[in-house]
């Protein structure tokens, strides 16, 4: 535990999470930082509890430790450290990274919760930490430094806006940047994208989720992520178990044409996701799905009153990048959700997260006239 006199004899603790309780006031510190933040979107605690609980699969590789910043008793902060062997494997064994992070406006809160984070790492060897990761780079990440003005979409994460500069006072500096787009579902391709389309379409067969063999089909989406992204800073593979996780949602949520993958000679080369927009229903239920929570959220999604979506997966196999066919699976994957969200009232999409230094997929999204509204970025320290 850390302790900080404050100036009018106000007490600061930095208490590592260790309880079920704990836990708890963990899961609602940001409801005390985003108060009188109307583009917050408040998680579902339940969803948070299974997420920190050891049911998550990505303690089967990460190890990790959490802490909670009391003032006179009341949280004002959270920070986590974790350690990911699939990481340090791909990365180096001296990398680590920090998460989760929320706090007041209070140089020496944050100091002191950076602080038990740096040293948690350092204590186990850590010579450099990242983040923030939520608790992977597979799931939310970066702290947004650009685009406060409107809420976040689905699995996309929010921040306060003095969280960038504190990091840098504790001697941060900017590793990656990240955007997303957005464009209305109405768009049309321009006529070189339509050209390409038209001569390599013939080679290229389109289908939907085949839902009764839904495990293998959650593997055949695994298998194209790992092999598209496996070049991409910061890349770690999906396991298994964390694929089967999130097929678990799509599951549940999805339509089936709101997943697509395209083929060639039979071998599925590409594939697309689209969320609904699902933050536009947890506004209004301050993370609870009690007592008309679920309700309102399957009645909103069957009845088409959701107007946003996300496209949080995408990929293209890795010997079609590049080259005229990869635009063309490219641009067809990205076209047969659009025209399933148009069916169902979806009137704009966000394309998250996309790399800034990713040119070739950001040349893409400029000629069909999405715009980069939100940017996130990554920051690194040598310990």
Known sequence: MTQLDKPGGARVTVRPVMSFRDMGRFIEVPWHIYANDPMWVPPLRLERRFHFSRFNPFFKHGRWQAWVAYQDDRPVGRISAQIDTLHQQRYGLGRGHFGLLECINDRGIFSALILCAEAWLASREVSHVSGPFNLSINQECGILVDGFDTPPVIMMPHSARWYSCLLEEQGYTPEKD?????????????????????????????????????????????????????????????????????????????????????????????????????????????????????????????????????????????????????????????????????????????????LEDNMAMRGILDKIGAVAYKRYRIFGKAL
């Open 178 to 354: 990240m955007l997303a787009y957005r464009i209305r579902v109405d768009f049309e391709f321009p006529p070189v994208m339509q050209t390409i389309i038209r001569r390599f379409s013939p080679q290229i067969k389109l289908r939907t989720l085949r839902r009764h063999r839904f495990d293998e089909e959650m593997e055949v989406l695994r298998d194209i992520f790992n092999d598209a992204w496996s070049e991409n800073w910061g890349f770690i593979p999906f396991t298994r178990e964390e694929f089967a996780e999130l097929g678990t949602s799509l599951r549940l949520l999805l339509p089936d044409d709101y997943i697509q993958i395209a083929e060639i000679d039979g071998n599925p080369a590409a594939f697309m996701v689209c969320l609904p927009n699902l933050n536009e229903v947890l506004a209004e239920l301050n993370g609870s799905l009690l007592p008309l929570g679920w309700f309102k959220m399957i009645n909103k999604i069957r009845n088409g009153q959701i107007r946003s979506g996300r496209i949080p997966l995408m990929g293209v196999r890795k010997q079609y990048q590049n080259s005229p066919t990869g635009i063309a699976l490219a641009c067809l994957v990205i076209d047969a959700p659009r025209q399933a969200g148009l069916i169902r009232g979806i009137e704009e999409v966000e394309m998250s997260w996309i």
